[in-house]
């Protein structure tokens, strides 16, 4: 025990000694992303077991072969990374014992919208020492998201709808991609909530949605991940029925607010041309 | 209604009168309930679209799910409290619901459901079988009010607990939160297809209990003389128990577990049909798929941050009603 315990000391000691690049542990899906788009491979301590997760992981490929914790603190330990990443749905009882045991711990929030993207980008990359490699991503989001930007004139307009009756509140990463892809994100412009949503869970009303009559109707998340009985609403014989086009964007794309969220723009903008024509 | 004809010669024109009032009201809250939404629609709105298609994919389904689960809830009721000679039976107080429940929740998150959609209806009805099957084998017939309930008890915890255990096991996270509101009961946003499929379960129960008026009301004179009277008792416990399984397991199936309306409304509607269980038979079915209809309709009516469920509303309405019973009983049996 006592070996171990100086080893540990010395470890950390030299690897604080060799000070850049930093080893890094992630514990959560979206902080994954950005430890597997920015680092050194080597730098890579440890990412979440869902990031080699296809449906759930924009960066999967990149992500084989990488090992892989379940969120929990002796594993993180174990490996004496000298910065840990974690995110807004952490359990709040592991990072504050990684904390009380002088692990440096990062919190990194939801982003909601693309600054706080391209502001969190850039904070991971300085916390890396790969800030270059941070601004690269944002010019290349920046350049896809401007090639993508709607034409002037009347906007189509579009409402999602999630797996449990979820749609796009205001303010949201997904309100923020509809309005980059030209469109009116209707549960946001009209207030299609339910009179009794004070709450703001930003669930919509079946009945509310065929009613609103969108261009574009929007269906969210993936079939793999979820309870059958939330499926079933999307595959709603109601929602079949409605003139709207409809496309579906793949959740991973913007669970996770990142560069990749450009990709769901481009599939929301490559609905508009027909939207326009209504 | 052909037991009505046979059960109604003391009293045919008061069942006349509660068929008809009975009959009216279930009108009302159709209409009611067809009308009634998240989006307020004109008449004339509700025949072209989309106020159609929320006529005809959403509105038109809930209410034949609330009518066939209603109807199926008040039958089971009124025939358990016949068959058992005990007026605390109710699917869901003695465990079918929860059991049902058990079944149909094993069978939604491992993805069978998604698979053979028909498992889903037979899962609810496998999961009521075996739970009456137990109770049956646990209390036995004639049993004390206190058996009965000690081991509807026992069964619905069993069921919760490997429920839970089934949770535990879910392969998705979501699946916690989900089956928590699942089992509240809704019949909000289901289908044609969820009424298809289960309408041919509970219409097969409904005969299977339906038929069964007779031999209840011979029941009420004791064993020995309603078999002397050619009653099979064997077959008449059997036709209860599967018609039980039948329509309760496969409306809980597709519209998770509501509690209590086969408790309550047997009981409110037993003075009018004079005490006799094979009168109470159909006016039953009648009474609960109002009083569903009814708690559904006020589900959607009554502000609050997330829509009430009904299960919500009808156990808000059953609980008290059910302390009530409680208290009387023990005026009965010091």
Not at chain 1, 236 to 241: I, N, W, Y
Not at chain 2, 105 to 124: E, K, R, T
Request: proline fraction near 7%.
């Amino acid at each position: 025990m006592r070996l171990a315990a100086v080893l540990a000391v010395a470890l950390a000691v030299s690897s604080a000694a060799a000070a850049p690049p930093p080893r890094v542990a992630s514990l959560h899906l979206c902080a994954d992303q950005l430890v597997l788009a920015l680092a050194d491979r080597d730098q890579i301590a440890s990412v979440t077991f869902l990031a080699a997760e296809p449906a759930a992981s924009p960066m999967a490929d990149a992500a084989r072969g990488v090992p892989v914790n379940h969120g929990k603190a002796e594993e993180i330990l174990a490996l004496h990374p000298d910065l840990v990443l974690a995110g807004p749905f952490s359990a709040r009882a592991t990072v504050g014992m990684l904390r009380g045991l002088r692990l440096r711990v990062v919190d990194l929030p939801y982003t909601t919208n693309f600054d706080a993207i391209r502001a969190q980008i850039g904070e991971v990359a300085a916390l890396l020492g790969h800030s270059e490699r941070g601004a690269r991503l944002i010019a290349e989001m920046d350049a896809r998201l401007a090639a993508l930007a709607p034409p002037p004139g009347p906007r189509p307009t579009a409402v999602l709808f999630q797996p449990g009756g979820f749609t796009a509140r205001p303010g949201s990463l997904e309100d923020a991609a509809i309005a980059a892809a030209g469109f009116d994100n209707l549960a946001a412009v009209r207030g299609l909530w339910p009179h009794t949503d004070r709450a703001g869970s930003g669930r919509i009303a079946l009945e509310t949605l065929v009613a609103s009559a969108p261009d574009v109707l929007i269906l969210g998340g993936d079939a793999d991940h979820l309870p059958a009985e939330q499926i079933r609403l999307l595959a709603h014989p109601a929602l079949r029925d409605m003139p709207s086009k409809v496309i579906r964007i793949p959740a991973r794309l913007w669970n996770c607010g990142g560069w990749f969220t450009a990709d769901a723009v481009a599939m929301l903008a490559a609905a508009r041309p027909v939207a326009d024509l209504r | 209604m052909t037991a009505a004809a046979t059960h109604g010669k003391a009293g045919a024109p008061s069942d006349a009168r509660l068929y008809a009032v009975l009959g009216l009201l279930l009108v009302v809250l159709a209409v009611a309930s067809l009308v009634i939404g998240d989006v307020a629609l004109s008449p004339a709105a509700l025949f072209v679209p989309p106020g159609s298609i929320i006529l005809e994919e959403i509105r038109l389904p809930r209410l034949l799910l609330g009518i066939l689960m209603g109807g199926s809830l008040g039958l089971s009721g009124a025939a358990l409290q016949g068959l058992l000679r005990n007026p605390l039976a109710e699917p869901g107080v003695i465990g079918i619901s929860a059991s049902a429940g058990l079944g149909a929740v094993i069978v939604f998150y491992f993805g069978l459901a998604s698979v053979i959609p028909l498992v889903l209806p037979f899962a609810g009805f496998a999961g009521g079988a075996a739970a009456v099957a137990l109770l049956y084998a646990l209390a036995g017939r004639g049993a004390s009010s206190v058996t009965l309930i000690l081991a509807g008890i026992a069964i619905s915890s069993f069921a919760s607990s490997l429920t839970a255990v089934a949770l535990n096991l879910a392969p998705s996270p979501y699946a916690a939160l989900e089956i928590a509101f699942w089992l509240l009961g809704s019949l909000a946003d289901r289908s044609m297809a969820d009424v298809a499929l289960i309408v041919a379960p509970v219409l097969l129960g409904w005969v299977l209990l339906g038929s069964t008026g007779r031999a209840l009301d011979a029941l009420t004179l004791g064993d020995a003389t309603a078999q002397s009277l050619g009653v099979n008792l064997g077959g008449l416990r059997l036709r209860i128990i599967f018609g039980t399984a039948l329509a309760v397991g496969a409306s809980v199936a597709v519209a998770g577990s509501i509690a209590f309306v086969g408790l309550v409304v047997p009981h409110l509607l037993r003075p009018f049909v004079g005490h006799e269980p094979g009168r109470l038979l159909w006016p039953s079915a009648l009474g609960g798929a109002a009083l569903l209809l009814a708690s559904d309709i006020a589900a959607r009516l009554i502000p609050t941050a997330t829509e009430l469920r009904p299960g919500v509303i009808t156990a808000l309405i059953g609980a008290p009603f059910f302390f009530a019973l409680v208290l009387a009983q023990r005026r009965v049996q010091p």
